[in-house]
T-cell receptor, first 110, second 112 residues
Framework: GENVEQHPSTLSVQEGDSAVIKCTYSDSASNYFPWYKQELGKRPQLIID???NVGEKKDQRIAVTLNKTAKHFSLHITETQPEDSAVYFCAASANYQLIWGAGTKLIIKP | DADVTQTPRNRITKTGKRIMLECSQT?????MYWYRQDPGLGLRLIYYSFDVKDINKGEISDGYSVSRQAQAKFSLSLESAIPNQTALYFCATSDFPGQGYTFGSGTRLTVV
């Protein structure tokens, strides 16, 4: 079955710098890759997603890239701000289920 | 606003007790899911349902059962709670299998 690995588990960046979180997946049939943000004490919320027929997608300061050959996808956050502090989860959709990464805690240092 | 509502928000129960966590949604989605979240382990799927007559086990279904009472309601039961079931539980819905998940606010369960 599908397996999703997410790195790093914790990422600390200076406010204003960029942050990159990477995920790899194992099932070449996976065709949908969402990213969720979970602020402390709150529910996970979808922030961006990408489908397998697209290589990159942007939404203001966040972007996701997908490399189907290497089976990895990444979340890029530019000009980080304090409100970006959260846990970020990647996931891959295979067999009509979402398989989740273990999460990355992003810390924005002032 | 259309949403996913979980009750209770917090619950403390004793070992061996039966407990039910409830989830209701106004999004009109057919697909509903129960997840468990433990620190450092991300989200693990307990059960999922693609319509009222469909119930499927996830990766960690042992010790849990579910009931899909209606399109809008999906309940999770712990038949005999044990301390290692202490966790944050999320219900989620989607309009397409594996896509577009909306999560409830979560139920923090403590088993003592």
């Amino acid at each position: 079955g599908e397996n999703v690995e997410q790195h790093p588990s914790t990422l600390s960046v200076q406010e204003g710098d960029s942050a990159v979180i990477k995920c790899t997946y194992s099932d070449s049939a996976s065709n949908y890759f969402p990213w969720y943000k979970q602020e402390l004490g709150k529910r996970p919320q979808l922030i961006i997603d990408i489908r397998s027929n697209v290589g990159e997608k942007k939404d203001q300061r966040i972007a996701v890239t997908l490399n189907k050959t290497a089976k990895h996808f990444s979340l890029h956050i530019t000009e980080t701000q304090p409100e970006d502090s959260a846990v970020y989860f990647c996931a891959a959709s295979a067999n009509y289920q979402l398989i989740w990464g273990a999460g990355t805690k992003l810390i924005i240092k002032p | 606003d259309a949403d996913v509502t979980q009750t209770p928000r917090n619950r403390i129960t004793k070992t061996g007790k039966r407990i039910m966590l409830e989830c209701s949604q106004t999004k009109g989605h057919d697909r509903m899911y129960w997840y468990r979240q433990d620190p450092g382990l991300g989200l693990r799927l307990i059960y999922y349902s693609f319509d009222v007559k469909d119930i499927n086990k996830g990766e960690i279904s042992d010790g849990y059962s579910v009931s899909r009472q209606a399109q809008a309601k999906f309940s999770l039961s712990l038949e005999s709670a044990i301390p290692n079931q202490t966790a944050l539980y999320f219900c989620a819905t989607s309009d397409f299998p594996g896509q577009g998940y909306t999560f409830g606010s979560g139920t923090r369960l403590t088993v003592v």
